[in-house]
């Protein structure tokens, strides 16, 4: 986490240089991330297509208010202004799956400190919203239920479309449409104030999200992915656009076929960075296999992944960060 001193400082403390400096692609032929409208006839292909060979992609016409959206930028940017010790009063209990303040789980495995605070909300934001604001928590608490709320909807529409598509039954995933089940989604709210020098210091380091699908919001670049045979790229925000990325979960029950996007968060000198991710995962305990698809089991295809559960998942990152999917290969 962030100490209160660096948001002032001239230059970067020696905790925050990186050893290695990533280098993203700048050739005028670079790739960009497809653009997909909700409404399009064709939305469900080029979905498909786009968890194919991309692993992300930037949606339109997905139906969430800008206003509702510009309310929550101003909400996170009132959070993460609080001061350090209003902000430490929700200070996550373990690393772990938990919700409050505090740095990413994998912080511990890095070699660097990251440029970042986060604070994680999981069920309802009122808890935390009581705590930092105890005599005026409505209005965060209004604005970020109202966001949960839409973005769960648009989530799920989306995960029906790819089970759909790889034929898991509703049965088989029963707990999907189960709504006592809030324990496997969370808002992820992210900051990273100005950097005194932005390409020696990381906001987040390489990963891929412990999740089915995540929807991410930010208004300023910094997000950047890595494709294959080309390296990393920037993702240019787009008004309007919500970016959706694919994790582990998808591409374990797709047999690989999905890419769960390698991404990470860059910083900059002149402006304070914010990103609100949903990361939708399945049931802590829910035991996830690529045979769960009728398609591979009928297929006669080969397993590419053990069957493994969120939690041991999370296990496994705490312990090897983004080596953890190695273990689970077959
Ligand atoms: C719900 C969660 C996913 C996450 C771990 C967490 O409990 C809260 C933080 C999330 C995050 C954000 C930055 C990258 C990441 C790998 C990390 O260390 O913390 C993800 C975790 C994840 O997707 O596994
Ligand atoms: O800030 C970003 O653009 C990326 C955030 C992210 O990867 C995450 O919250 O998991
Ligand atoms: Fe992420």
């Not at 009581?130 to 769960?152: A, C, E, I, S």
């Not at 906001?203 to 999740?211: M, Q, R, V, Y």
């Not at 699908?213 to 919500?242: M, N, R, Y």
């Not at 590419?304 to 689970?328: D, I, M, N």
Request: glycine content about 6%; overall charge neutral.
């Amino acid at each position: 986490m962030l100490s209160p001193s660096t948001g002032s400082v001239k230059t970067l403390p020696d905790s925050y240089v990186w050893p290695e400096y990533y280098e993203v692609y700048s050739g005028s032929d670079q790739p960009s991330i497809p653009v997909i409208d909700l409404m399009d006839p064709n939305a469900t292909e080029l979905i498909i297509q786009a968890c194919e060979t991309w692993g992300i992609f930037q949606l339109i016409g997905h139906g969430i208010p800008r206003k509702l959206v510009e309310d929550v930028e101003s909400e996170v940017h009132s959070l993460f202004a609080l001061p350090a010790d209003q902000k430490l009063k929700t200070l996550r209990t373990s690393g772990g799956a938990s919700s409050g303040y505090g740095n990413p789980p994998s912080q511990a495995l890095l070699p660097r400190k990251l440029w970042y605070e986060g604070f994680t909300i999981m069920g309802s934001p009122v808890d935390q919203a009581r705590v930092l604001w105890p005599h005026d928590y409505q209005g965060f608490r209004n604005t970020m239920n109202g966001y949960q709320k839409q973005v769960k909807a648009l989530v799920e529409q989306l995960i029906r479309i790819i089970f759909k598509f790889l034929s898991i039954s509703k049965e088989e995933v029963n707990w999907f449409d189960d709504p006592s089940n809030t324990c496997n989604a969370a808002l992820q709210l992210n900051s990273h104030p100005p950097c005194p020098d932005p390409t020696r210091a990381v906001g987040l380091a390489p990963h891929t999200d412990s999740s089915l699908f995540t929807i991410l919001h930010s208004w300023i670049e910094g997000l950047q992915i890595f494709k294959d045979g080309v390296g990393w790229i920037t993702v240019q925000p787009i008004p309007d656009a919500l970016t959706m990325n694919l994790g582990d979960f998808l591409h374990i029950l797709s047999n690989g076929r999905f890419v769960s996007v390698l991404h990470r968060a860059a910083v900059n000198q002149k402006y304070h960075r914010i990103s609100v991710a949903y990361i939708r995962s399945p049931p802590t305990n829910f035991i996830v296999s690529p045979l769960l698809s009728k398609t591979f089991a009928d297929s006669g295809q080969v397993p590419k992944y053990h069957p493994v559960t969120l939690k041991e998942c999370r296990g496994l990152k705490a312990k090897h960060f983004q080596a953890a999917l190695s273990f689970v290969k077959t």
